[in-house]
C-alpha cells in the first residue's frame, strides 16, 4: 500500500511563502505522478498541481498559477509544493496523492495522508 504523509503547513501572512513536502516511507515514488489538491472548509476538494513520473507538470488553477511550483527530488523520495505570495484564499488543508505514471493517469484514491494544514491571515 502505498501511503504519503504532507508536512509544511503552518499559519502565514499574506505574501508569505510556505513548502509543502510529500514524502513516502519504504515506497518509491520515481514510477508515480504526484498531485497536489486542497480542501477549504466549505468546499469540495480541487487539484491544484501535478508533477509526472518524468518531472513535467501540470496545473490545475489559474489562481495559483505564476505563485505555486511543484518539484520533486528523487533521490529524497520527495515532492515539493512551494507557494510563494500567498493569498487569505489559499487557506485549505493541502493534501498529496499518487496518480499512475501520469497527471492523467487513474488516481490512487487511498494513497494520501491526514493532510497539512495551511493558513493565510493577518
Known amino acids: 500500500q502505498l501511503q504519503l504523509v504532507e508536512s509544511g503547513g503552518g499559519l502565514v501572512q499574506p505574501g508569505g511563502s510556505l513548502r509543502l513536502s510529500c514524502a513516502a516511507s519504504?515506497?518509491?515514488?520515481?514510477?508515480?505522478?504526484i498531485v497536489w489538491f486542497r480542501q477549504a472548509p466549505g468546499k469540495g476538494r480541487e487539484g491544484v498541481l501535478c508533477?509526472?513520473?518524468?518531472?513535467?507538470?501540470?496545473n490545475y488553477l489559474d489562481s495559483v498559477k505564476g505563485r505555486f511550483t511543484i518539484s520533486r527530488d528523487n533521490a529524497k523520495n520527495t515532492v515539493y509544493l512551494q507557494m510563494n505570495s500567498l493569498k487569505p484564499e489559499d487557506t485549505a488543508v493541502y493534501y498529496c496523492?499518487?496518480?499512475?505514471?501520469?497527471?492523467?493517469?487513474?488516481?490512487?484514491?487511498?494513497?494520501w495522508g491526514q493532510g497539512t494544514q495551511v493558513t493565510v491571515s493577518s
Open positions: 519504504g515506497v518509491t515514488l520515481d514510477d508515480y505522478a
Open positions: 508533477i509526472s513520473s518524468s518531472g513535467g507538470s501540470t
Open positions: 496523492a499518487a496518480r499512475n505514471y501520469y497527471c492523467s493517469g487513474p488516481l490512487f484514491t487511498g494513497s
